[in-house]
Each structure stands twice: as structure tokens, then as C-alpha cells.
């Protein structure tokens, strides 16, 4: 335990990235550790818990089992703690509900003393030790970890009109509510706007509104690709490699695969196409829905009647401007990294690159602070790391590196991807069997 309010490691955040760090720590006491979340109690993307959403990866990217199998925090531990894993079996879902594994995490956050809730970082200092003020008081700390995810992002022009009838898809759960015989626009062709879309006219009775159009800037709805190779992406080894990567590299890559973290779930995908084809071709419902891809919101304005007008630029077709009226607008425009601020009085002596704060191969920042002395940065680094980082594929992963750092030893026994990623040199090449 830490002395007082002194820790070795005083997270900052619980979402997914450190609430697997706390897990990791906890078989550790020696490194003592606290964990704070300015939310009262847990939550995952709760305003999202559209009803039949599910996760997008193999449940076996949990919070510990791929870099411990054998840790009390596992998802199996979990279901099995609850005497629901032949049930689990039984089951026999295609993908874990979401809302499921959200109850695992919170069930996590629960069983570790280490972590508080209702408590905001507002600042970090830096004089031998770091000095987190949070809006209970300070703590000081050798290192620090830095895990405060990703938030809700809108185009800039629709920013002042936010409210109960334009807000941002993480709010869907509260606002979409009482939309029948209303016009709906949904903004973003990611997996957000698809569950969005589903969910509204999926919806029955008086409840199914008027009309629900879907706008997006892709070209159009595409799915993300989960193929095997592909999936080699979300492995530790790419991760390194991709680090070694010139920033022009890098850039590319992650603008060229997009799609393998950012596209559609293909059974989401397949549910939308079965229900619209339901409504248009069983029922009649000529009307009820229009799909608008390949096309950028670029203004909304209030409609000369009730409601608002949106203005859609095409991609293709230079000068077409297309208008869509809505009473209501779901921005399913995505999310970008959370600001920092709290980090502004050591902010000059942190490194940086491009948006981002520079880490080292074991996610520390770079800064000129002395070396036993770290702040690690979690789900922070997706233009060094990859698109992998906000991911809950390497999460385990990164929370053992960071881990292994605290602790001074090196317990990772990674397995190579099958792909050779990295060009070899000819020496290299002859000694390699079966060249
Ligand atoms: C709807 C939705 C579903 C998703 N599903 C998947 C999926 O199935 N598979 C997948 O791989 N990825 C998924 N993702 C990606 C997602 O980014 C990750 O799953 C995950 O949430 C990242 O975890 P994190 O801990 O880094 O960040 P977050 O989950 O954003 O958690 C950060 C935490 O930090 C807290 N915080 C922020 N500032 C402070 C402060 N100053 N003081 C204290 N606390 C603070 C926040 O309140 C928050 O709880 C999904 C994303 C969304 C939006
Ligand atoms: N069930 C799940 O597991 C689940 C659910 C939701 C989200 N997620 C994950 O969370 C992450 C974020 O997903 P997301 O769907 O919220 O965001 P996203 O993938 O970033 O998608 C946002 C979309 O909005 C579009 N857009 C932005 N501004 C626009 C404008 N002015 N007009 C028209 N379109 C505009 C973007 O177009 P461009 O592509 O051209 O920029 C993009 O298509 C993803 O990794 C996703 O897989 C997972």
C-alpha cells in the first residue's frame, strides 16, 4: 500500500486501458497504486448501450488474458464468478453483448480497493514526485499513467446548436427518446451511426419515426474488415513495427486501413439491409428511410417550418448541393483524444509529435524529468502505435509493458505474427530456414 497519499502509480482515468493496468497491478501490492475516475461510478460508452450492440473483438481481449491468462480479472473469472458460464456456452452468441461486457469491467472496478471514483484530475505537478490535485485533494506519486480515452467530437460549425434536439450519439441512450412520427438525421457512417440508424427504424408502433436519414462522408457504408491477416494488425509485433515507422509511413498506413477499426460490423451491416428491405418491400414503407453516402454536412440552419435544414455537399459531384430536413440530428461524427489540460504545468517538458505526446517502446512520454520518473500515456498514441491504440485488442498488452517497466523486468514472451513485417537484411535472409 502507499504511504499516506503517496504512490509508486497513480492512474488517471478508469476506462478500459487503466482499469487493465489496475488489474495487472493488483497481483503486485509492492508497487503500490491508485487509481482515480472523475465519473461516480463505472461506465463504458453508456449513452451508446443501443439495445442488441455487441463487441466488436474475441472476447478473449479482456482486460488481463491475453498477457495473464490465469488473473482472477478475467472475462471467464467473471462469468464464472456469477455461475453463468455453461449458460454463457449455451448461449451461443456470435459476440459478446456489449452491455455484458461493460457488467464484466464494472464487476472489475469493483473488486480492486485501489480504485475511486467521483474524483477529477485537475492537475500535475512535478518536484521530486508528481503532485496530482484532484477535486478531493493531492496525491503524490513516482509515476504516473495517463488513461482518459477519447471524447465525442462534432464538426465546428454544429457546435453552438447542440441540445435536446442536435447532440452527439454518446448521448443516444438519454435524447432518442419520444421520436415517433419524427424526422430523424443520423451524421456518420461509422459502427456509431450504423447502430444508431438499426436502432431507429428498428423501432415499432407509434415509438418508429417518420423518416430516418443516414448521411455519411464515406463513399459508402463499408464494413470493417476482421480477416485474419488483417487482424495481424492487432497483434503486439505489428505494434512494435509500426513504431519503427517513418511518420510519413505511419500516416499512410493508418489512412489506408481505416476501415480494419473504424468500418461496420458486417452483421450490422446485414440486420440494416434485412430490415430495410422488411420496410420497403413487405410493408410499403416507400418513405421511412434514405441513405445518403459519399456526401459531407457542411451547414445545418433552422428549417423554415419546424426543425432543421442540413445542407450536404457531394463528393463526386462538384457544385451539387443537396438539403435534407430533420426535427432531429444525431452527430455520429466520432470521437477525438481527450484534452489534457490537466498536465499543463509539466506540459513544456514533455515531448512531442505532431498531435500527440512522443512515447518510448514502453509507453512512457519523453520528457527531461529523471529517468525512474515516468508519465506513461495510454490509448494516447494511435499516430505512433497504430490503429490498434484506442483498441481493445493490445490493451492487456500495454497495461503488462507498462507493468513489467514499474517492476524492472521484461516477463513478455511475444508470439511472432506470421507475417515477416520488417524487411531483413541479406545476411539475415540466408541463416532464416526455408529461404
Ligand atoms: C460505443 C463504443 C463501443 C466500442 N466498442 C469497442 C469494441 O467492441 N472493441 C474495441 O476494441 N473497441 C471498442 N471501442 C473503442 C474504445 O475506445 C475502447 O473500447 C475503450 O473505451 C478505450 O478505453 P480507455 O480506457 O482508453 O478510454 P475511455 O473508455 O474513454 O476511458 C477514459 C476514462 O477516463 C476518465 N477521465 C477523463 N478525464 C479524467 C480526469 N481528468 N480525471 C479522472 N478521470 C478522467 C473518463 O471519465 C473515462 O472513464 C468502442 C468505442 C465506442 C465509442
Ligand atoms: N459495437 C461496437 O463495438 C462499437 C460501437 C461504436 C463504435 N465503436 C468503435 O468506436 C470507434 C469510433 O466509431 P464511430 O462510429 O463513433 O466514429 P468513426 O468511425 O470515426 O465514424 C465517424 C463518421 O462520421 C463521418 N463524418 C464526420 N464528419 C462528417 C460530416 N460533416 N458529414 C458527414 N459525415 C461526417 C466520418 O467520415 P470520414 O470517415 O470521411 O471521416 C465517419 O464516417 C471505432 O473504432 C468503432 O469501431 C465500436
Redesign the pocket.
Known sequence: MGEGNHFNVVGIGVGPSNLSLASLLHAYPEVSNRFVEKRPQFGWHDG?QVPG????VSMLKDLVTLSDPTNAFSFLSYLHDHGKLYHFINAQFDAVP?QEFRNYMEWVSRRNQNIVFGQEVLSVDFRDVFEIRTTAGTLTADNVVVGVGNEPWV?PHARDALGDSQFH?SEFANRCVDLGGKRVAV???????A?AFLDLISRTGAALPRRVSW????GNFFP?DDSPFTNDYYMPSFSDYFFSLSRPVRESHTARH?LT??GI?GSTLREIYQRAYVHRFVHGATDLFALYPN????QVTAANGDGWDLTLAHNDIEDMVEHVEADVIVW????RPARMDFLAPIAHRLEREGDEYKVDENFAVVWDGPPDRSIFAQNAARQQRGLAD??LSLTAWRAQRIVDRLRGVRTENQTASFIEWSAKRPAELKTTPGR
Open positions: 451508446q450492440a455487441t463487441l466488436q456489449r464538426p450519439i451524421i456518420g457512417g461509422g459502427q456509431s451511426g447502430e448521411i455519411s462522408r464515406r470493417i481505416i477499426s473504424d460490423s456526401r459531407e454536412v457542411t455520429a461524427t466520432g470521437f484506442p483498441n
